[in-house]
């Protein structure tokens, strides 16, 4: 995604450093099948989810044909496209595209009976579902990185796709004892906002919480939205 993005701003004439902030890592847990086997619900919060819930699952040596019958919830247009091109249906997907809708709307459509499996990353807030188990399919650290003084003096915006690079964004700024930058700080959600404005970065939020809404978000900055 990040790539993605980096691209298109490119092509708008902006001059683009990509900063990897963290490491995704699958962990080395096996699929919890019997739960997955005795689930209605199957739950994506990201791509990085789905893509290595789908790695798991040909380790086991087993295919989508694992999934019938069950219904599955994703956070993001994004996230249900990784889906959807597995060759499978996104049967819930909130509009707002937050785990509290995600977990506002399911809630709404489960029976007493329904049991859901979260496929998440370690850094994710607890699954509060009624029903739900979770289970962690990477791990998220921080990446090494250069940051210098220069680099924060002449950047007009800062760009963040998730709470956890702005977390491990911040902490390497005070590791070099560098100040915290100035730069208009655009996130692509809620939630990442949250952790930036605690950090004491000028930020804004995009109206839609995908990549293309970044992308908005920062032409409406420059008055060319």
């Not at 490119?10 to 739960?35: C, F, H, K, W, Y």
């Not at 921080?142 to 915006?157: I, K, N, R, S, V």
Request: charged share 20%; glycine share 6%; net charge neutral.
């Amino acid at each position: 995604q990040a790539s993605d993005m980096v691209q298109r701003l490119s092509q708008l004439g902006a001059q683009v450093v990509e900063i990897p902030t963290v490491r995704i890592t699958p962990t080395n847990q096996a699929l919890p099948m019997d739960t997955l086997s005795q689930s209605q619900w199957l739950v994506f919060t990201s791509v990085n989810g789905v893509n290595i819930f789908f790695d798991k699952l040909k380790q086991e040596k087993r295919d989508i044909r694992a999934l019938v019958g069950l219904k599955i919830a994703v956070v993001g247009t994004v996230t249900a496209q990784a889906v959807t091109d597995r060759g499978l249906c996104v049967d819930y997907m909130p509009e707002i595209f937050t785990a509290k809708q995600l977990v506002q709307g399911l809630r709404e459509r489960l029976t007493a009976d329904d049991r859901v499996l979260c496929i998440l990353g370690n850094l994710a807030e607890r699954c509060d579902i009624p029903n739900a188990t979770r289970f962690d399919a990477y791990t998220t650290t921080p990446e090494a990185f250069d940051l210098t003084a220069e680099m924060l003096q002449t950047t007009h915006y800062l760009i963040f796709a998730s709470s956890s690079a702005v977390h491990h964004f911040v902490q390497r700024v005070q590791a070099v004892g560098l100040p915290m930058p100035t730069a208009t700080t655009v996130c692509i959600g809620p939630v990442t906002a949250d952790t930036a404005k605690k950090a004491g970065l000028t930020t804004v939020t995009a109206d839609t919480h995908t990549i293309d809404g970044v992308l908005q978000k920062l032409m409406a900055l420059e008055g060319k939205g």
